[in-house]
């Protein structure tokens, strides 16, 4: 998508994913990275995010848009009443990495490792049996995003990955180096991150048709 496509849709995304449509965007993110952010994972001041275990099991570090500071941490707020709301009604923790869990058996109820994106209700955990509080669900966002796209009547199936299509495809147009977009999406080798350089190089774009080297009159007789 254009630029002008991606804030059309980013106008028309509701409040409540909102920040979570956006980060997709301005960050580069998977929507499971984005949706397993863990409080001790943004850090404010230096405006950074910290992705835990993306594709291939690697941390990385990514930028956090400026524009999204405010609305960020008024999600944290929100985050807090609800994981106050279970540490009151003494509802499980979070869950955790296996190894983690086991080593810090109390890091589960912590607000640290609480996640950014919480669901609003508690859930069933397979894995385990539990009830707790899970984050928010991968379906629900896809739905959201639909909706948005519907509403800004952009013509093309976008979904979550699209979005990350598009970080990887402006940073480029922009200048940036392609080694610097590698990192920022997680890719292990540089091969995976060229391929969003195959629009940009396509010189489609750059070339005039025949059609508009036509007489005017002629042009108008085109149907």
């Known amino acids: 998508m254009g630029s002008a496509e991606v804030a059309r849709l980013l106008e028309q995304v509701e409040p409540t994913f ?7 965007y301005g960050a ?16 404010f001041d230096r405006k950074m995010l910290i992705v835990r275990e993306g594709k291939g099991r690697k941390d990385r570090v990514v930028m956090l848009p400026e524009p999204l500071i405010i609305s960020l941490r008024r999600q944290l707020e929100h985050s807090r009443a609800l994981w106050t709301e279970d540490r009151a009604c003494r509802a499980p923790g979070v869950s ?6 086991r080593k810090y058996p109390r890091a ?21 049996g539990t009830r707790r509080r899970h984050h928010q669900y991968e379906q629900t966002i896809g739905r959201a995003i639909a909706r948005a796209v519907a509403k800004a009547q952009i ?13 990887a495809t402006h940073l480029l147009d922009s200048g940036v180096d392609i080694r610097r977009v590698q990192e920022l999406l ?6 995976t991150t060229m391929i969003y350089t195959h629009v940009l190089s396509s010189s489609a774009a750059s070339t005039r048709s025949p059609l508009e080297s036509l007489p005017d009159a002629l042009a108008r007789a085109v149907p």
Do not use: I, N, Q, Y
């Open 96 to 101: 955790m990495p296996d190894a983690l869990a």
């Open 18 to 24: 909102a920040v979570m449509v956006a980060l997709l």
């Open 155 to 167: 013509p093309k199936k976008v979904t979550a990955h699209t979005l990350r299509h598009s970080f």
């Open 186 to 191: 997680g890719h292990s080798d540089v091969s």
């Open 28 to 43: 580069g993110l998977r929507l499971m990275e984005c949706l397993r952010l863990r409080v001790k994972d943004v850090d």
């Open 108 to 128: 589960a109820e912590s607000w640290a490792w609480h996640w950014v994106f919480p669901s609003c209700t508690l859930s069933l955990d397979p894995r385990s």
